[in-house]
T-cell receptor, first 113, second 115 residues
Framework: TQLLEQSPQFLSIQEGENLTVYCNSSSVFSSLQWYRQEPGEGPVLLVTVVTGGEVKKLKRLTFQFGDARKDSSLHITAAQPGDTGLYLCAGERGSNSGYALNFGKGTSLLVTP | DSGVTQTPKHLITATGQRVTLRCSPRSGDLSVYWYQQSLDQGLQFLIHYYNGEERAKGNILERFSAQQFPDLHSELNLSSLELGDSALYFC??????????????FGQGTRLTVV
């Protein structure tokens, strides 16, 4: 069972277009992270959101954490070919005994010139 | 470069065999996490070690085991390999464990192919 559902699974757009990808769950997370993974590489952290309703911007990328801390979205403005990659969201559920990042399956984004 | 080193990068082995994957965390990081990534399951958390001790277990099979050594490097042992074990195995490290807002740094992964 996947704790985090990401949509869409695949997205192919042209350079300059805007897009939004979603990360949804029925569980509450103490924080949520977005990663980007390129072929042959490990995921690289883009941002962490902690507070319900929080919005963070990273250049052309805007990340939002839902008020109830169960979902998040990533909006890219004026996409560029360099944005191509697999975007993963990961929810953090810490405890006194351990910690684990639960990942969604990701949105595979292709931006063509 | 994340600072996390995984070896080997590629591994091809036969069913029934045993392999060991190695991970060196970023300098100073005490936590090591192992993940398995396959096309159908995505990134699945396997196990977390903090300063040599096991802290959390995820979907790790009994045929798999891990340990973290005093120098903080970690090994993931996979035995009685099956075709379905073919996947990318990632190691990640972080400075802390069991804390909110922990940033994890991933290695480049080991691609395991079982034939």
């Amino acid at each position: 069972t996947q704790l985090l559902e990401q949509s869409p699974q695949f997205l192919s757009i042209q350079e300059g277009e805007n897009l939004t990808v979603y990360c949804n769950s029925s569980s509450v997370f103490s924080s949520l992270q977005w990663y980007r993974q390129e072929p042959g590489e490990g995921p690289v952290l883009l941002v962490t959101v902690v507070t319900g309703g929080e919005v963070k911007k990273l250049k052309r990328l805007t990340f939002q954490f839902g008020d109830a801390r169960k979902d998040s979205s990533l909006h890219i403005t004026a996409a560029q070919p360099g944005d191509t990659g697999l975007y993963l969201c990961a929810g953090e559920r810490g405890s006194n005994s351990g910690y684990a990042l639960n990942f969604g399956k990701g949105t595979s984004l292709l931006v063509t010139p | 470069d994340s600072g996390v080193t995984q070896t080997p990068k590629h591994l091809i082995t036969a069913t029934g065999q045993r392999v060991t994957l190695r991970c060196s965390p970023r300098s100073g990081d005490l936590s090591v996490y192992w993940y398995q990534q396959s096309l159908d399951q995505g990134l699945q958390f396997l196990i977390h070690y903090y300063n040599g001790e096991e802290r959390a277990k995820g979907n790790i099979l009994e045929r798999f085991s891990a340990q973290q050594f005093p120098d903080l490097h970690s090994e993931l042992n996979l035995s009685s390999l099956e075709l379905g074990d073919s996947a990318l195995y990632f190691c990640a490290s972080s400075a802390r464990g069991g804390q909110i807002n922990t940033e994890a740094f991933f290695g480049q992964g080991t691609r395991l192919t079982v034939v």
